[in-house]
């Protein structure tokens, strides 16, 4: 499929590997709405990218009248929707028995909720949407791309929250890419490594490059933009479907 003129909807795109997804398919001369609860930076961003480029609205991705309504206002706006990059997601951090108790069951559904639930809320109304487009040269309508992590293969101490939601991501793409075949839509995940997001803002440049150099090749964090690009290729090459890529450098993480 071809990026120029195609319309995608970016979840979690106000900042991080959303927002850099959003800036590369622009670049290449697509047209993105951004979907996002950060307003100030999601309404920022559609500035950057210009009126004739981008979108913002606010999304709870949990949400199937809010997610309903945003894909409304993309098609309203542009016409359609042929890309869906999910990148929504949120962390957590608890053991599943610790000194304080049990792994509290609130804590573990809304990471559930979020980043599992909520991708899949996403992809199937996106879809719908998605199958009423004229297919191209190859019979292609759409394409989906997921945001799983490493950590749903080597799940650290106290990610069982998190690496069961990107563990369910990664399951369910094969499935749903089998699903949506005949309707020409493509399914793909990422499973990105350690990258330099928001998530790490607040460690000093010393401990950003103590991460990075755990890492076998390259020996420093992920850059957004490197996430970007296999997106684009993910959206360029028609054969890739059904699969879960790993962009890690190699790294295995450790249980700590």
Partial sequence: MEIQNAVAIVTGGASGLGAAAARHLVAHKGKVAILDLAREKGLALAEELGADNAIFVQTDVTSEGSVREAIEQATSRF????????????????????????HPLESFSKVIEVNLI?????????????????PNKQGERGVIINTASIAAFDGQVGQAAYSASKGGIVGMTLPIARDLAPYGIRVMTIAPGLFDTPLFDKLPRSAKEALGATIPFPPRLGHPSEFAMLARSIIENAMLNGETIRLDGAIRLQPK
């Fill in 118 to 134: 909520g991708t899949f809320n996403v992809i199937r109304l996106a879809v719908e949407q998605m199958a009423g487009n004229q």
């Fill in 79 to 102: 016409g359609t929707i042929h890309v869906a990059v999910n990148c929504a997601g949120i962390k957590a951090a608890q053991k599943t028995l610790s000194r304080s108790g049990p």
